[in-house]
């Protein structure tokens, strides 16, 4: 780091300026994306320069600078709790002998002779994060993470946008109550937020427990908010008066607070029981739509609990009696390379089917050619797999006693198997390898397609995944703007098999229905590399029109290319390319392939023939001081007559209204259509507005 001192005053602007995008850009990374590409050592360091220099030139300091950024803490991260009464963890058992060491600890430590019976109540060990709820006079004060056990980070805002946590509790309650659980994500809703990520061209969690601590830890309470996180309360903290008297009287009394109890919980009297109760657990584990990793064993009565106290930072009262991680032994058939829509190799194991925990398993992830070359994987060879909370199943290793003595090294393709020719290349510090041939090869055209008439995109009814395969064989959709042109191919298409005059002349419809469509959805349906649906709104929120936002883009690209400097100084490279990436949200990497799209001529080609096929709206600007609902959460449930969900969301959203999927206290409307059901009753027992959809359609101005 060069000293402000040493700084001349251009080249301090110039440094202030490199330093807001590229903190900007890390914060993305880090916050957003949970996927951050430097140290917090390094990150910190270019906070501290950007306060120097600051210092140095107060006149230089800029609007934007991260100094001053709204809603971002000064460092990076939260502020810290102290825990008053520690977050301790559990002692460790890993067999059955281990269990009745336990137990006889207990009984040796209480004085108990064996016959005495002992209740245990005997849970799920939630594999999740734990955390404190603070409750003041009964309302939701604070909340944290556990951290070190004595120390958290205050993620209150973001436990508040979590519909299971109570924001007040019912009935009577301690003035100081902290209620400690587990955040965890649900294996349903973890797919579903993959498929988002990678729809949106984020990197996919690795697990359910990695994306639950990336979503908590959410530096914006409203990103939090669109994650599924859920929790189980198990535990309490500081308590300022303690009237239940065993832990399955306290759960008792949870529940009627109003916070989330594993249901498998059961209190059990000797060994026996206890054991029998593990087993029970761990078959129905494949079973449960959320991980866990062992059982949880405790000792019901707190007088007892109280006596047997800690040892270290570990109750003697509890024990956590882990599973072994699942895993068997499969041979591997084949290495199958897939290739995504931006050109991506996956390679992915193609097994001997097998069952793992309950599940069966022929497939397995191998993420890239490093982690191949790691394990020395090779086709032939016997491998061990696991599920270990993980829902895709992975490699541990290969069983080399049993590898075939004519096995060779798996040799990583270096041409792409779209024809066997087009190289592949790898980025210098990438672990992704990718088809070099953007354009003629036949897997990314067909991806960028799906994408394009996904749900978040064009959302082409009756135009889904078979079908855009089925007429891109046929030839018939090469490029987006051939969806258009498909009408050309009316009478062969009704005669082929599965469509009739009706589908045909619905899918017609339903197509040029689709002319008309927002900004944000035709620069999200483009593709483009890091270009999700929350940069596409960005783009369209700054640029609000098609032709405005191309040509920026084009003179960005062309900037870029002009420069050839390696510096990432984007006010270098000129004004439109460092405009792009003063948009709050938008980095330097972001900006760069944007302008490599818009660097080829064949998407600027395209992108004039959609121009001219379309009826691209402006971006709206919420009207948010004119609209009743401006501000308002909005729940929608049941069927729509008039327009889709997507769409409803979108006009709700577009009023400057939340849109939640759940009902919770915090529900302002709740549109109900035909067939609502849960979300109606709960509606109703909050006292929450409940519209249909012709009151709603009138209250946003729709009519009337
Ligand atoms: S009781 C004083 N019960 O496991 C002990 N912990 O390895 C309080 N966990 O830090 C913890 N499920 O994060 C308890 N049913 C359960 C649990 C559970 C998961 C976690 C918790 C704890 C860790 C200890």
């Excluded at 050619?369 to 394990?375: F, G, N, P, V, W």
């Excluded at 040799?411 to 779209?418: A, L």
């Excluded at 439109?576 to 949200?585: P, Q």
């Excluded at 919420?622 to 006009?651: C, H, I, W, Y």
Aim: some cysteine; aromatic content about 8%; proline content about 4%.
């Amino acid at each position: 780091m060069k000293k402000p001192d040493k700084l001349n005053h251009n080249q301090a602007k110039k440094r202030l300026a490199w330093l807001a995008i590229a903190i900007k850009e890390h914060d993305q990374r880090y916050y957003q994306e949970d996927a951050p590409t430097i140290s917090d050592a390094e990150y910190d360091s270019l906070r501290r320069e950007n306060d120097y220099i600051e210092t140095a030139f107060p006149e230089l300091i800029r609007s934007d600078s991260p100094s001053r950024r709204v809603g971002a803490s000064p460092s990076r991260g939260f502020s810290k709790v102290q825990h008053h009464v520690p977050m301790l963890s559990l002692g460790n058992a890993f067999t059955e002998s281990d269990v009745e060491d336990f137990l006889a600890r207990i009984h040796r430590f209480l004085n108990l002779d064996s016959k005495n019976t002992l209740g245990l109540i005997v849970e799920p060990k939630i594999d999740g994060l734990s955390i404190s709820l603070r409750y003041e006079r009964g309302h939701f004060s604070r909340g944290a993470t556990r951290g070190d056990g004595f120390e958290g980070e205050n993620v209150t805002e973001n436990l508040r946008t979590l519909m299971e946590i109570p924001d007040r509790i019912s009935g009577q309650a301690p003035d100081v109550l902290e209620v400690r659980g587990e955040v965890y994500i649900n294996h349903s809703d973890f797919a579903l937020l993959n498929q988002n990520r990678e729809k949106n061209g984020a990197t996919p969690f690795a697990n359910p427990r990695n994306s639950a601590a990336g979503s908590l830890r959410q530096l914006n309470p409203a990103e939090t908010a669109k994650r599924p996180l859920r929790v189980f309360c198990y535990a309490w903290g500081e308590v300022s008066d303690q009237f239940w008297r065993t832990q399955s009287e306290f759960y008792d009394q949870l529940s009627l607070w109003g916070f989330p109890v594993n249901p498998l919980s059961k209190v059990c009297y000797n060994l026996d029981e206890v054991l029998e109760t593990y087993r029970v657990i761990e078959t129905q584990r494949a079973f449960l739509d959320y991980d866990i990793d062992g059982v949880v064993y405790k000792v019901d009565r707190l007088d007892l609990q109280e006596r047997l106290g800690f040892v270290s930072r570990a109750p003697r009262w509890a024990i956590a009696h882990k599973f072994p991680a699942e895993k068997a032994t499969t041979v591997l058939r084949d290495i199958e390379i897939q290739v995504g829509r931006t050109g991506a190799l996956t390679p992915v194991a193609r097994l001997e089917p097998v069952t793992v925990g309950g599940v069966v398993v022929s497939n397995a992830t191998l993420h890239n050619a490093d982690e191949i070359k790691r394990k020395d994987i090779r086709i032939g060879d016997t491998l061990r797999v696991q599920r270990a909370g993980d829902v895709i199943p992975q490699v541990v290793e290969v069983v080399l006693e049993a590898r075939p003595k004519d096995s060779a090294p798996y040799i990583f393709p270096n041409v792409c198997p779209c024809n066997q020719k087009t190289l592949t290349v790898r980025a210098p510090g990438e672990a992704v390898t990718r088809c070099s041939g953007e354009f003629s090869c036949p897997f990314q055209k067909v991806n960028r397609l799906k994408h394009f008439v996904s749900r978040d995109a064009f959302n082409i009814e009756g135009l889904g995944v078979k079908q855009v395969e089925a007429f891109f064989k046929l030839g018939w959709i090469r490029v987006p703007s051939d969806i258009f042109d498909l009408k050309n191919h009316k009478v062969v298409l009704s005669e082929l098999e599965g469509w009739g005059e009706k589908s045909v002349s619905n899918l017609l419809t339903a197509i040029e229905d689709c002319r008309k469509i927002s900004l944000d959805r035709v620069i999200f349906a483009l593709g483009i590399r890091q270009t999700g649906q929350a940069t596409s709104n960005l783009l369209a929120y700054h640029y609000e029109n098609f032709q405005n936002w191309i040509s920026a883009m084009l003179l960005a690209a062309k900037e870029r290319s002009e420069c050839i400097s390696t510096v990432k100084t984007p006010e270098k490279v000129g004004g439109a390319f460092f405009e792009l990436c003063s948009i709050d949200g938008i980095g330097i990497s972001m900006a760069d392939d944007l302008c490599n799209f818009f660097s080829d001529h064949r998407n600027v080609v395209e992108l004039n023939r959609l121009a001219e096929i379309l009826t691209i709206q402006d971006f709206q600007r919420p009207e948010s001081n004119n609209s009743e609902v401006s501000g308002k959460t909005v729940v929608f449930t049941g069927s729509l007559d008039t327009m889709t969900r997507a769409e409803a969301k979108a006009g709700a959203e577009k009023l400057g209204a939340k849109v939640s999927g759940s009902v919770s206290r915090k529900t302002d409307f709740l549109v109900a259509g035909p067939g609502a059901g849960s979300k109606e009753t709960k509606a109703k027992e909050l006292g929450i507005t409940i519209l249909n959809e012709q009151e709603w359609r009138l209250l946003t101005g729709l009519d009337g």
